[in-house]
């Protein structure tokens, strides 16, 4: 099989990995380099300048030894059977790199033979593409659960990012679907990234000579709707990982039936608006203070498909409403729908002087279609309905229009047209 017809299928093998954005990472060559990493992050997303931005999105191989019954991959199914060799696919990445196809490099694989079999090769092809070929673009690399701590720590020293799939969200769910893997060796390797990664923060504020490890952080990905667990379990799970392995973020991946197994279950089609309701929640609990157990609970064990997270927390706790914009601090101002982290900021820096009203908010960039509800301005209400959630939630709805909608999923451009 020749280079091109390897590329076809391990280009389109990978597709279902979504974790392949990026940031905060920087690096930068000396003279004969190619390829510089910004802080913007490079991968097939936006930018922080708003470039669009690609990478070479490819498996090393689809040859598995496992059998999962979510991937297409698995060692059971009927499709064709391909790897590349490490100069292969570095020759790829600098090609392609010259002829402004590509900004970087995702690389992932099958299991091919053993983790660590398969580890040693990702980590030759990265080894070769910073020391011999002198790349300075971005890559990010994902970690074979159950590879040695040696290779894991060698990864780290040449790969801008690197993340470990836990890909279900529970260990029954993983036995069940995936047998031959097992929570341990996936929550090992997180483990010691999240220790490794802090450990060379600090020694870097001593020493700037110190080499980089995984500057921008670690990820992972699970896949939604695959498995019985609820949203609650979910987002408790995500939380636990954010606080213990110093995770950068968690990517959730709808559910997309390719494979029949009894062990699936059968959905007409991917659970999108699930998914994107995951990525709200996700967000609140990174940037607005919220805990799992606020967003949902066991009462309460899936988000709401029709509104988001927060607007829903809102109408459960019209106690906590509503909240004087002239006088609130920082916190309770994230609690209100429509008033994100960069508006919260302003109002609290504003306000020091001048009186808020509504049209100043808006100016400011409130989302007044949805804070009205849930706000004073000076002991003044926008909208008398604090006491009506059911009338307010109808006008949420009403208003939602564009933001209900699920974003674009990540597309990944063919190099062969």
């Not at 990905?221 to 995770?247: C, F």
């Not at 926008?382 to 109808?394: G, K, N, Q, S």
């Not at 674009?408 to 451009?413: S, V």
């Amino acid at each position: 099989m020749d280079t091109l017809d390897k590329l076809k299928i391990l280009t389109g093998s990978a597709r279902y990995d979504a974790s392949c954005a990026s940031s905060g990472s920087s690096r930068s060559g000396g003279e004969g380099s190619l390829g510089n990493a910004s802080s913007g992050g490079i991968c097939h997303s936006w930018s922080d300048d708003g470039r669009c931005i690609s990478l070479l999105k490819v498996l090393l191989s689809n040859d598995c030894r496992y059998d999962c019954a979510y991937c297409v991959n698995r060692s059971s199914n009927p499709v064709e059977r391909t790897s590349f060799t490490v100069e292969e696919l570095v020759g790829l990445t600098i090609r392609f790199y010259r002829r402004n196809y590509i900004e970087g490099l995702f690389l992932s694989s099958a299991v091919e033979k053993s983790p660590d079999y398969t580890m040693e090769k990702m980590v030759a092809v990265v080894r070769r593409l910073r020391q011999e070929e002198k790349f300075f673009g971005y890559i990010h690399m994902k970690i074979i659960p159950g590879c040695s701590r040696e290779l894991v720590k060698e990864a780290g020293l040449y790969a801008d990012r690197l993340s470990v799939n836990i890909e279900l969200p529970s260990g029954d769910s993983l036995s069940r679907l995936a047998p031959q893997k097992r929570k341990e060796s996936i929550l090992k390797p997180m483990a010691l990234l999240g220790e490794t990664i802090s450990a060379n923060r600090l020694e870097r504020k001593k020493s700037r000579s110190v080499p980089r490890f995984s500057p921008a952080g670690q990820s992972t990905q699970m896949i939604i709707g695959a498995s019985p667990e609820s949203d609650h379990r979910i987002l408790l799970l995500s939380q636990g990982l954010y606080k213990k392995v110093n995770l950068k973020r968690v990517y959730y991946s709808a559910y997309v039936p390719v494979n029949h197994d009894n062990r699936l279950p059968v959905l007409a089609k991917p659970p999108l608006k699930r998914e994107h309701r995951l990525y709200q929640a996700d967000w609140l609990l990174r940037n607005y203070g919220f805990s799992a157990d606020e967003i949902l609970s066991r009462e309460h064990p899936f988000l709401d498909e029709h509104l988001d997270p927060k607007a829903a927390w809102a109408l459960r706790h019209p106690e906590f409403f509503p909240v004087d914009i002239n006088r609130a601090d920082y916190a309770a101002l994230l609690r209100v729908p429509g008033i994100g982290v960069t508006s919260a900021k302003r109002i609290v820096a504003a306000r020091r002087y001048a009186v808020f009203t509504p049209d100043g908010l808006k100016k400011i960039g409130v989302v007044m279609k949805r804070a009205r509800y849930f706000i004073t301005c000076s002991g003044k209400p926008v909208e008398r309905l604090f006491d009506r959630p059911a009338l307010i939630r109808r006008k949420l709805l009403a208003a939602e229009t564009d933001t209900s909608q699920p974003p674009l999923k990540q597309r990944q451009i063919s190099l062969f047209q």
